[in-house]
């Protein structure tokens, strides 16, 4: 299969490292100093239970919250002054929670707006094209709005629209939501193919399972703290892990 997004992934952006994170809200410490990194190509997981710190992590990082400590850098670079509006053109893309397409934009519009950072060019028109390759049903739909899709076509619009920033680091807070299990397939499918390419990617998940399967190595957040660390593989057969995340 032809690789998609290749040119991003040649100049590679370098590590993506959040040291001593922190996060409060008023009196509610929700990220107690944690540190972790993504490697170019890497893609790292976030598991945790509902309220465990995992958006707070995400948003932290991109400066969608204010951090109450921390440093965030990617390769060389410090972006940890820099505002959440302008990490795109450091690239970081980022697919937020519940999706937040445009209802009353046609897809094509939301895609292109994904690209609104960068000049209309033969690349954007590239990057258009290999969206469309990877999810073929945006393409048949391009001229709906995007309200009228389903909730998993809606997240594949989500993630169509971060990566027509080109980013370095993809950044997916629970793209399983709401999705039936077909659909989860067919997500980790996706996030597998974008990894085989070399993106490097946070995925933030309660789900676990497409967790272990899309990602390398996991941290599993509880009570706003890393509580464990590991490769994937590893977590997947830890017993606790298996008891509280898996179900088993
Ligand atoms: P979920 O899976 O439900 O999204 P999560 O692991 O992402 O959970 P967070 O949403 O990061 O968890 O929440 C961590 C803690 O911070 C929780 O106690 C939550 O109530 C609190 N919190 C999150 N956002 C705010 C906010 N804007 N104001 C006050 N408290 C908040």
């Not at 389903?150 to 971060?162: D, E, H, K, N, V």
């Not at 998940?205 to 941290?219: D, I, V, W």
């Not at 464990?228 to 593989?233: K, W």
Request: charged share 20%; aromatic share 4%.
């Amino acid at each position: 299969m032809k690789a998609l997004f290749a040119p991003a992934r040649t100049e590679s952006g370098g590590t993506l490292a959040v040291e001593e994170l922190s996060v409060h809200f008023g009196g509610v410490c929700a990220v107690r100093s944690i540190s972790f990194s993504v490697a170019p190509g890497d893609s790292v997981g976030v598991i945790g239970a509902n309220g465990a710190g995992k958006t707070s992590t995400l948003k932290a990082l991109t400066g969608l919250v204010p951090r109450s400590g921390g440093r965030v850098t990617l390769g060389e670079r410090d972006l940890t002054m820099v505002r959440a509006r302008d990490m795109v053109r450091h690239g970081i893309g980022y697919v937020p929670e519940g999706r937040h397409v445009f209802p009353g934009l046609p897809v094509e519009k939301n895609l292109l707006l994904g690209a609104y950072a960068r000049r209309w060019d033969a690349e954007t028109r590239a990057t258009l094209e290999e969206v469309y390759e990877l999810f073929p049903v945006l393409r048949e739909m391009s001229g709906r709005l995007a309200g009228a899709l389903s909730g998993g076509q809606q997240q594949m619009l989500a993630i169509g629209r971060a990566l027509m920033t080109r980013p370095r680091v993809l950044l997916l807070d629970e793209p399983s939501m709401g999705l039936s299990p077909i659909l989860v397939g067919f997500i980790l499918d996706n996030l597998r193919r974008l990894r085989e390419e070399g993106l490097s990617l946070l995925l933030v998940e309660q789900n676990a399972k497409l967790t272990f399967g899309a990602t390398s190595h996991c941290l599993v957040m509880e009570n706003g703290g890393v509580a464990m660390t590991g490769t994937s593989e590893e977590l997947s057969r830890d017993a606790r892990v298996r008891q509280i995340y898996l179900g088993l």
